[in-house]
């Protein structure tokens, strides 16, 4: 998550208010003056760098909420250690002086920043905008308000995310896992699942997450303490996301880690050792009493508590569970026109449906504002860069105190003068924060003054803070290149806090091997690409209409091909959904919308042939009956969809009772079954899915089985309706369903993969038997309908993969780039998957990630170019013969054989190179360089640090 | 003097030697023994670069990816 | 309303996982974005996480 919050933080088009909240919004749809209460953080977030040499005067403590309060904290404190701004804050209400205008110490000790600011006052702000997206989030379920559980009475009893914390290596105990009461090793753990989900009293709705977070949580600390004996106390374990089965799998095989599916009746504390005593029901009926040492209960999600007041300030209406009201088909959209929602707000929800979300929201904001697109944000104009080629090397080097971060620890004097003795510097300087506006302005300064060609700076880490200087040379003339970094700080001073010699023999090495670098520096050019803009949607199913009306809603040419006669994929099997809306309604719609849009070009009946290109220049062939086409473009999204299993299983095909859940939905729509068929319906879950050949859950099938036989009950009120399953998946709201169905009297029997149900016929009868565990016997049925849910399963994909080089899973579904922080990308730029071609889901979530998709394949279409950052590979063609290994080897398929005059030679493809560098490395004629890191440049830095070794 | 190891480390800069910035974040305190070398993906790291440093005088090299 | 009086700007209320991903879209997208959020720092929940599932890999 670091990336995210460092470019969130550093972007010119994000302004970051931090500490405040909205008070009121006035105006309409693109176009609402917002106020924002800003609360007074006593500390100037411009100035502040976080250097922290001020926590010590602090006589303040207070609870450090980040780390669930578990610990204390000064009252001048930063949130946690990579936060974003990275800037400290002062608690008003532990702090002295806001308190009883007393200490000002914290003032004394940032004397020289002057970041601390006592006089800071609240400020209103107004602000124009033409949208707003809501993303307040989530907070943990309150345990206390299950007394039964005795959290907060009995020590051992703890959350889940104070176990998350705990288990932290940046956490309170440093990841130690021990138990509050005595700060032990506890050796037997419990985690109590559904604690303030599902349940009447607290939340009705099922949480989503807190299933699977409990099983990782629990692998961690296996991890930690191989020895521990972990339990997990559940009703049913709801693993229902993109590779969430094999993980539960991995938990139970690999780790041991034991699952018991139970009521629980209540929880004793030993008075004598503070263990805690679980009575228990199984399945079976039978009575269980077990001590564990620490209890660990799986809170769920409830909205942020402020959720409500920013609902009624915003004018958004919640739903009855207190989440945003969200309508199935457009999950996005609140109640107010412009102002649209994603992540934990609208439903409880993990990561990737977090980030799918958000990105599907914008899509909604930007199709809404697309004219007056980029009109608020502008291209900072740069100076021409100087021409440095042939110059003798100039290099100027800065060594930053860091307040006394690096100060205190290493001799920042001695570095100095030890670095003025090198060959080509012609200028060393120490600077108290080298990052300090002020002190920018000074490099620049002495950039000009002393002609200075290559910059060497001592201090920090390069990963946050090189953008910065670079963007500072920049400003100077210099390339961005010319610039090296040695990190003194993060990885010398801060570790060898109490080896101050050591640590400036380190340092002095570090900025050695800078100095050895820069000498061989060379300006670089950002390559710029420019994109076709123009997006080719593979697959005119609903997730792959969606995209492409939402990349024409943004102003976006699109074509959108399908192999079918007809557009609508599984949607057209579709009757109605679980909530009572009509999707075949949303399918007409969805179609006409297409077939209207004049920036949509469709094209049924087409194959795509051939791929062939890079992000902003894709060409593309696709062939129908009739015609070849051949198109440009600069984007491709995936939306290739899937189907249902077709059974092998349970007599299905060769006895006409026995039929899928989707020609069951499809029967019940058109009324073609006689009502003697409804007399006795058995319904089997899992078929096909969570099975040894197909480890994974299918997600939806557990909701529309449910559906099914809500309608059915509907239908016919006399019917009786049998689901053999294993475990009931109706995450989130859906929940409420499978309450409804029980009290419409359908009964739910448990079977395991060990007691599968039989199917068997007898005289054209089929007959169903399950081992009923409660009764502990075998159950037979003899059903007049026999319904399989059935898995869902990707459409070809293998052909896609295969023209786009695009990996798919194990399952045969495409795989992200990052299952978290892109889920809907591709690792190959410029290509992005949605819909059922990338997991199974529902309608309403194939729409968010198919706007998703849409809203990431919009930004380098509306760019119009893509900028390669020049640590990319170049080929010298002279030594280069085509040997093609560099091909094989690039993840990204960013490196090509191509026909030249010379004879065929290796290429970049520069749009997409990463810079990994694996290319440069396997090349057996060293004909492949990589910018910024050339080989001469890494060895130049080997050779600094062993020269120092002779003179030491 | 007891023997000091002079360890040359090649860090791949999104795990390891971003990790080796994590340890200074959590002021994780490890001996001084070791200087890095940023690279951009330790698929990178051409054997000549270890066969070179060890020629120096290099004791141990940790290639971090 | 005529569009020439919508503006380019949105705001992102809540900078967990959410708001962070949604701002930076808008901000690559060409729209100016102010990102309110309620504490000191951005990066909600998520932040207080060790591991993430199902990989593994660690939050930060
Ligand atoms: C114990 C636990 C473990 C979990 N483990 C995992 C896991 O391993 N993998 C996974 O995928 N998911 C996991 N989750 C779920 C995950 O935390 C959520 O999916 C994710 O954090 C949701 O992100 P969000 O941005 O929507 O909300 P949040 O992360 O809650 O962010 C909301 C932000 O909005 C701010 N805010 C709130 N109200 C306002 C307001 N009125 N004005 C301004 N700002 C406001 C908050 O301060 C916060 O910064 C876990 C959850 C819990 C509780
Ligand atoms: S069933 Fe739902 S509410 Fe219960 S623990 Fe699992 S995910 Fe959470
Ligand atoms: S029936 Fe489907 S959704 Fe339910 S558990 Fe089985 S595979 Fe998962």
């Known amino acids: ?952 | 003097m007891s023997f000091e190891p002079k360890i040359l480390g090649i860090l791949c800069n999104w795990c390891a030697y971003a990790g080796g910035d994590l340890a200074g974040v959590s002021r994780i305190q490890y001996p001084p023994n070791m200087r890095s070398v940023r690279v951009m993906c330790t698929g990178r790291v051409d054997p000549v670069f270890l066969i070179e440093a060890f020629a120096k005088g290099c004791d141990g090299i940790w290639v971090g990816g | 309303m005529s569009d020439s009086k919508k503006i380019g700007a949105v705001m992102v209320v809540g900078g967990g996982i959410t708001g962070m991903q949604a701002s930076l879209d808008l901000a690559e997208l060409g729209y100016l974005v102010y990102l309110v959020e309620n504490s000191p720092a951005i990066g909600g929940t998520m932040s207080q996480l060790d591991k993430t599932f199902p990989t593994l890999d660690c939050a930060m």
Not at chain 1, 416 to 428: G, H, I, P, R, T
Not at chain 1, 623 to 633: F, V, Y
Not at chain 1, 892 to 910: C, D, F, L, N, P
């Open chain 1, 1 to 952: 998550m670091s990336p995210k919050l460092v470019e969130s933080g550093r972007h010119p088009n994000i302004k970051i208010i931090a500490n405040a909240e909205v008070e009121s919004i006035q105006g309409e749809a693109g176009n609402f003056k917002v106020t924002v209460l800003k609360r007074p953080r006593y500390v100037n977030e411009e100035v502040c760098n976080a250097c922290g040499s001020c926590v010590e005067y602090c006589p303040e403590i207070m609870k450090d909420y980040y780390n669930e309060n578990l610990v204390e904290q000064k009252s001048l404190h930063i949130p946690y250690p990579q936060a974003v701004p990275a800037s400290y804050v002062i608690d008003p209400i532990s702090c002295l002086f806001v308190q009883k205008n007393e200490c000002r110490q914290c003032e004394q000790a940032c004397k020289e920043l002057k970041a601390i600011d006592l006089n800071q006052a609240e400020e209103h702000l107004e602000i124009e905008v033409g949208s707003v997206i809501l993303s307040p989030g989530l907070d943990e379920f309150n345990a206390r308000r299950k007394k039964d559980y005795g959290y907060g009475e009995y020590p051992n009893v703890i959350t889940s995310i104070e176990f998350e914390r705990i288990l932290s290596a940046s956490g309170p105990f440093e990841g130690q896992i021990t138990r509050p009461s005595d700060s032990v090793h506890p050796k037997k753990i419990a985690f109590l699942q559904c604690v303030g989900s599902r349940d009447q009293s607290t939340n009705p709705y099922c949480s989503s997450v807190c299933c699977t977070y409990a099983i990782k949580e629990a692998i961690v600390a296996k991890e930690h303490e191989p020895d521990l004996d972990i339990s997990i106390f559940y009703m049913d374990i709801r693993t229902h996301g993109k590779n969430f089965e094999r993980f539960y799998e991995r938990a139970k095989n690999e780790f041991g880690i034991k699952f018991i599916r139970s009521r629980l009746a209540d929880v004793e504390r030993s008075q004598s050792t503070e263990d805690l005593i679980l009575n228990y029901v199984t399945d079976d009926g039978k009575h269980h009493k077990d001590e564990f040492n620490l209890l660990v209960v799986s809170v769920g999600l409830e909205p942020s508590k402020t959720a409500g007041s920013l609902a009624k300030t915003m004018g958004v209406k919640l739903n009855e569970e207190g989440f945003c009201q969200t309508h199935e088909f457009s999950p996005t959209s609140t109640t107010k026109e412009g102002v649209f929602v994603a992540g934990a707000f609208q439903s409880p929800k993990d990561i990737p449906e977090s980030v799918v979300q958000a990105s599907g929201s914008v899509s909604l904001a930007a199709g809404f504002l697309s004219d007056v697109r980029g009109t608020l944000v502008e291209e900072k104009e740069l100076v021409p860069e100087i021409d440095v080629e042939g110059q003798e090397p100039r290099i100027g080097v800065f060594v930053c105190h860091c307040g006394i971060n690096v100060a205190g620890v290493a001799d920042v004097t001695k570095l100095k003068e030890s670095a003025e003795k090198l060959d080509n510097v012609v200028y060393a300087d120490e600077s108290v924060y080298a990052c300090s506006k002020d002190s920018q302005e000074k490099i620049k300064q002495l950039i000009e003054e002393h002609k200075l060609n290559r910059i060497v700076l001592a201090a920090c880490t390069p990963r946050t803070h090189e953008p910065l200087f670079q963007d500072t040379i920049r400003e100077a003339g210099l390339n961005k290149c010319l610039f090296e970094m040695a990190n003194i700080r993060d990885q010398c001073t801060w570790v060898h806090a109490h080896e101050k010699d050591a640590a400036t023999q380190k340092a002095d090495d570090l900025l050695r091997m800078g100095v050895a670098k820069a000498r061989k520096l060379v300006p670089l050019k950002e390559e710029i690409i420019q994109v076709d803009p123009k997006a080719l949607v593979i697959g005119g199913g609903f997730a792959g209409m969606t995209a492409a009306l939402s990349l024409a809603n943004q102003g976006f040419e699109c074509y959108l091909v399908e192999k079918e006669k007809e557009l609508g994929g599984n949607l057209r099997h579709i009757k109605f959904t679980l909530n009572q809306n009509d999707s075949q309604k949303l399918l007409d719609e969805t179609i006409e919308r297409v077939e209207k849009n004049s920036l949509i070009k469709v094209h049924t009946q087409t194959q795509v042939k051939d791929v062939s290109g890079y992000i902003g220049n894709f060409v593309t062939a696709f062939s129908s009956e009739e015609e070849e086409t051949k198109i440009t473009h600069g984007v491709i999204i995936v939306a290739t969809g899937g189907h249902e299993y077709e059974p092998t299983e349970y007599l299905h095909g060769k006895h006409g009772d026995v039929i899928t859940q989707q020609k069951l939905g499809e029967k019940l729509a058109s009324g073609e079954l006689e009502s003697s068929k409804f007399k006795d319906v058995v319904m089997i879950q899992c078929v096909g899915s969570r099975t040894e050949e197909r480890p994974y859950c299918s997600r939806i099938c557990c909701s529309v089985a449910i559906k099914n036989a809500l309608k059915i009950k509907a239908q016919h009120a006399k019917s009786n309706i049998y689901i053999l399953c294993r475990d009931i998946r109706t995450y989130g709201f859906i929940e409420k369903y499978y309450r409804s169905a029980r009290e419409e009297g359908i009964i739910f029997i448990r079977y395991d993969l060990e007691n599968k149900p039989n199917v068997s016929e007898e005289n054209g009868e089929l007959q169903v038997s399950v081992f009923e565990s409660i009764v502990g016997e075998q159950l037979v049925i003899k059903p007049s309908l026999l319904a399989l849910s059935s898995a869902i399963i990707p459409n070809y994909n293998k052909d896609i993969a295969q023209l786009l080089k695009i990996p798919v899973n194990e399952d045969g579904f495409f795989q992200e780039a990052h299952v978290k922080l892109r889920p809907v990308d591709f690792s190959t730029d410029g290509i992005y998957v949605c819909g059922l071609a990338h997991s199974p889901k529902n309608i309403e979530e194939s729409l968010s990630q198919a706007n998703a998709a849409a809203a990431r394949a919009a930004i380098p279409l509306s760019r119009g170019h893509v900028a390669a950052e020049p640590i990319v590979s170049s080929v010298d063609t002279d030594k280069c013969f085509g040997c093609g290994i560099c091909e094989y080897l690039c993840p990204y398929s960013s490196i090509k054989v191509v026909e030249t005059e010379s004879g065929e030679k290796a290429q970049t493809i520069t749009a997409s190179c990463k810079g990994c560098g694996i290319c440069a490395s396997k090349c057996p004629r060293q004909a492949i360089s990589m910018g910024r890191f050339t080989d001469e440049h890494i060895l130049l830095q080997i050779n600094a640090y062993m020269e120092g070794l002779k003179n030491a």
